[in-house]
């Protein structure tokens, strides 16, 4: 159990660099997604075994709750990070998409000129 604290150190420094996610670019966010799933999988196998090796009066269970509140205050934020990502993307597909129909009709008006010359 002795490893608990550093495992809940980690996961907290994850949870702190993702409550800014606007700092992070896309590549940093995989990453850290994948290390949160990592972390957290560790921290279920050691959960599983409690109590053994908790002494009771360590901190483990408080810290342990302050750690689920901290996630519960976290995730809403980068679920609006999420959605303002995912408009931007949305944004700037229809962009592109008018782009691509805008050069179809200017190639086709030129074909038209130049059959009728």
Known sequence: MSDLPELLWRLESLLDRLAAPERLDGEEVG???????????????????????????????????????????????LVRHKSEVADQLFAENRRVQSMRRGYGVMAADSGFWRQKA
């Not at 075994?49 to 996630?71: A, C, M, N, S």
Request: hydrophobic share 45%; net charge negative.
């Open 31 to 77: 990453e850290m997604i994948a290390l949160w799933d990592e972390e957290m999988a560790a921290l279920e196998a050691i959960t599983a075994r409690f109590p053994e090796g908790v002494t009771p009066g360590d901190g483990t269970r408080e810290r342990l709750i302050r750690f689920v509140k901290r996630i519960d205050e976290v995730q809403p934020e």
